[in-house]
């Protein structure tokens, strides 16, 4: 009878230590984003004078380049013409109110749309991003077409 007692006594122990109400494993790590409150957001879609024709949509970023000593821009469009090359440009100003191009022109590389409509596009200027402002990214039809806007979007600025 008491090696039952021990038996049952070990095995009480071993499952008390088991579920330990006050163990508790280490929280998540939450890796800190230096950008989180420095990125500019924007959705981008066609101008309603172009509905029925074109329909394009896509989203667009500003933030602090990798080394914080410049501007790193980012573009996606969908629902585009397969294989079309569209210029773009972030501008000061909003949607309809263009106050110039914000960096040079020749920094950003036309986006390319692939079989599915989709494109993607980035450009690095060598600015510091700005913290205040208006600021919009505008898509160009083509290079040879480049007074008609096909998608348009006001960058948000960061939050706090």
Same mark, same amino acid.
């Given at each position: 009878?008491?090696?039952?007692?021990?038996?049952?006594?070990? !095995?009480? &122990?071993?499952?008390?230590?088991?579920?330990?109400?006050?163990?508790? /494993?280490?929280?998540?790590?939450?890796?800190?984003?230096?950008?989180?409150?420095?990125?500019?957001?924007?959705?981008?879609? #066609?101008?309603?004078?172009?509905? @029925?024709? !074109?329909?394009?949509? @896509?989203?667009?970023?500003?933030?602090?380049? &990798?080394?914080?000593?410049?501007?790193?821009? #980012?573009?996606?469009?969908?629902?585009?013409? $397969?294989?079309?090359?569209?210029?773009?440009? !972030?501008?000061?100003?909003?949607?309809?109110? /263009?106050? @110039?191009?914000?960096?040079?022109?020749?920094?950003?590389?036309?986006?390319?749309?692939?079989?599915?409509?989709?494109?993607?596009?980035?450009?690095?200027? $060598?600015?510091?991003? $700005?913290?205040?402002?208006?600021?919009?990214?505008?898509?160009?039809? #083509?290079?040879? /077409?480049?007074?008609?806007?096909?998608?348009?979007?006001?960058?948000? $600025?960061?939050?706090?």
């Amino acid at each position: 009878m008491p090696n039952h007692r021990l038996l049952t006594l070990a !095995v009480m &122990t071993l499952a008390l230590a088991a579920c330990n109400p006050f163990k508790h /494993d280490p929280a998540s790590v939450v890796s800190r984003d230096a950008n989180l409150n420095t990125r500019w957001h924007a959705y981008l879609v #066609s101008p309603a004078t172009l509905a @029925g024709a !074109v329909q394009m949509n @896509g989203a667009a970023e500003m933030q602090p380049s &990798t080394n914080s000593e410049g501007t790193a821009l #980012s573009l996606s469009l969908a629902n585009a013409t $397969p294989g079309g090359v569209h210029p773009w440009q !972030v501008h000061r100003g909003q949607c309809g109110a /263009d106050e @110039g191009v914000f960096g040079s022109a020749e920094a950003y590389t036309p986006i390319k749309i692939g079989d599915d409509g989709r494109g993607e596009a980035t450009a690095t200027l $060598p600015m510091m991003t $700005p913290t205040t402002g208006s600021y919009f990214v505008l898509v160009h039809a #083509s290079a040879a /077409d480049a007074q008609l806007i096909v998608a348009c979007g006001n960058l948000a $600025p960061p939050t706090l």
